[in-house]
């Protein structure tokens, strides 16, 4: 049964993303306090591959993301993209959230063609990215409805569409599905699989569920309560598609929430 992760080819070559020594530190908002949110973490990725960053409440999950994106920086350290040092935002990190940051004055299709026509594209471009990645996502019907007129679901679907829409090689996602029911949430998981198999990426797919992580990912990387440090990096060694409920799926969730377990206790050091 072990099929080789996604990402194993190019395990020689200079990864995709190198996170090297990074501490972060917050000075909290009164400003009494040091806050380390991530200490000396190391991680390194090719691309191709499907990360899970796994851990629990507050142990930096959101700042890791944001500091690959170039939202933030690192206090100590450095994030490479391709070798390059990321110091700001960039089309070629896509980046989902959780609560569906769509623009609520534009329509599903102006705000898929929104990174596009930042970038520059001619408005013929701009037009086929958009039907490309509704139909991707199936949303072409829905192309002149607002944010507010549509389900979760759907909303997180135009949220992946649109950052697909920029050509990413990178795809950040942070709790995107955190919101929706349970059912609509396996469906849009068995979609972004489908999605990043079709264009394949470095996905880094934050969640707190771990069956969510074994179903979704090559590699999980389980992080320590704060403050936030590599506790365990996990080859999931199963092909796709994955069965929730089969015994292999239940091992590896079994596992890992041993692992996490006494991390619960800690939970509420946020
Ligand atoms: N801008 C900020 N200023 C001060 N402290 C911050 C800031 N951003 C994050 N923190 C703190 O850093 C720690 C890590 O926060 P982060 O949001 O990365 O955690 P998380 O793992 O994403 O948590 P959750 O699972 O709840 O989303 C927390 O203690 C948080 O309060
Ligand atoms: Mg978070």
């Known amino acids: 049964m072990t099929v080789p992760a996604r990402g194993n080819s190019a395990a020689t070559a200079q990864p995709k993303l190198s996170i090297t020594h990074v501490t972060k530190r917050f000075i909290s908002p009164n400003a009494d306090q040091e806050i380390v949110a991530l200490q000396d973490v190391s991680l390194q990725a090719p691309s191709r591959t499907f990360i899970c960053l796994l851990g629990v409440s507050g142990c930096g999950k959101t700042t890791l993301l944001n500091l690959v994106a170039g939202f933030l920086d690192p206090t100590e350290g450095e994030v490479r993209v391709d070798g390059q040092l990321v110091t700001g935002a960039h089309a070629d990190r896509g980046v989902v959230f959780q609560d569906y940051a769509l623009f609520p004055w534009l329509t599903v299709r102006l705000n898929v063609q929104f990174g596009p026509r930042v970038q520059g594209r001619s408005q013929a471009e701009q037009r086929a990215l958009a039907d490309k990645y509704l139909a991707m996502v199936g949303l072409s019907e829905f ?4 944010p507010h007129e549509l389900s979760g679901g759907m909303k997180q679907r135009v949220a992946i569409a649109r950052a697909l829409a920029n050509h990413p090689s990178i795809l950040l ?3 995107p599905f955190g919101a929706l029911d349970a059912m609509t949430r396996e469906t849009m998981q068995d979609e972004l699989l489908v ?10 797919f934050v969640t707190h569920s771990v069956l969510e992580a074994v179903f979704l990912a090559d590699r999980i990387v389980v992080m320590s309560a704060r403050p936030g440090r590599i506790m365990a990096d996990i080859t999931i060694s199963l092909p796709h598609p994955r069965d929730r409920t089969s015994a292999e799926v239940t091992e590896y969730v079994r596992e890992i929430r041993q692992l996490i377990a006494p991390q619960l206790k800690e939970e509420p050091r946020r």
């Open 143 to 146: 192309e002149n409805r607002y």
């Open 173 to 175: 996602l942070d709790e």
């Open 195 to 204: 999605l990043t198999t079709k264009e394949p990426k470095l996905v880094v």
